[in-house]
């Protein structure tokens, strides 16, 4: 069974071990472990057994928005509801925020849409653009794709994967 909770402060060479893993095999921009401690607040982990098999944080941008990232899954954990379960429980903080948006940059845009989202023009977010893409080595080169979750409205419910 899959559990999911906020990361604590024990977490974090666990969530660098992931996030490295896949930044490694260019599937996500790498986090320096002192990144990681400062956003610790933010992060979700997955358990299974135990064992910390997923992550992801919920970075809120403003008033009304906020980014998934870092949203990563163990090998030997793909397929089995993991990724879904960290972005529900990403979506559920937004809404207890108040937030009105929750978007991502991803290279794998299809799983997002499985949980609702919808794709989006990154210029929706220039917060994030101007703020933080710009700083990044790939800026002029981005193959990420953003996508888009509309949290106001209650028939737009996630669907549970």
């Given at each position: 069974?899959?559990?999911?909770?906020?990361?604590?402060?024990?977490?974090?060479?666990?969530?660098h071990?992931?996030?490295?893993?896949?930044?490694?095999?260019?599937?996500?921009?790498?986090?320096?472990?002192?990144?990681?401690?400062e956003?610790?607040?933010?992060?979700?982990?997955?358990?299974?057994?135990?064992?910390?098999?997923?992550?992801?944080?919920?970075?809120?941008?403003?008033?009304?928005?906020?980014?998934?990232?870092?949203?990563?899954?163990?090998?030997?954990?793909?397929?089995?509801?993991?990724?879904?379960?960290?972005v529900?429980?990403?979506?559920?903080?937004?809404?207890e925020?108040?937030l009105?948006?929750?978007?991502?940059?991803?290279?794998?845009?299809?799983?997002?849409?499985?949980?609702?989202?919808?794709?989006?023009?990154?210029?929706?977010?220039?917060q994030?653009?101007?703020?933080?893409?710009?700083?990044?080595p790939?800026?002029?080169?981005c193959?990420?794709?953003?996508?888009?979750?509309?949290?106001?409205?209650?028939?737009?419910?996630?669907?549970?994967?």
């Amino acid at each position: 069974m899959i559990q999911v909770q906020p990361a604590r402060l024990a977490d974090a060479a666990a969530i660098h071990a992931l996030v490295t893993y896949w930044a490694d095999r260019g599937d996500m921009l790498h986090r320096p472990i002192g990144e990681i401690y400062e956003a610790i607040r933010d992060f979700k982990v997955a358990r299974i057994d135990g064992e910390i098999v997923g992550c992801g944080s919920l970075h809120i941008m403003g008033p009304d928005l906020a980014e998934i990232r870092s949203l990563a899954v163990a090998e030997s954990a793909q397929g089995r509801g993991v990724g879904a379960a960290i972005v529900a429980a990403c979506v559920d903080d937004a809404r207890e925020f108040g937030l009105e948006r929750v978007f991502a940059l991803t290279y794998r845009p299809g799983f997002f849409e499985k949980q609702g989202f919808r794709l989006a023009n990154v210029m929706e977010f220039p917060q994030k653009v101007w703020n933080e893409c710009v700083r990044c080595p790939f800026f002029t080169n981005c193959k990420e794709v953003a996508v888009v979750l509309d949290l106001r409205g209650p028939d737009l419910a996630v669907p549970l994967a």
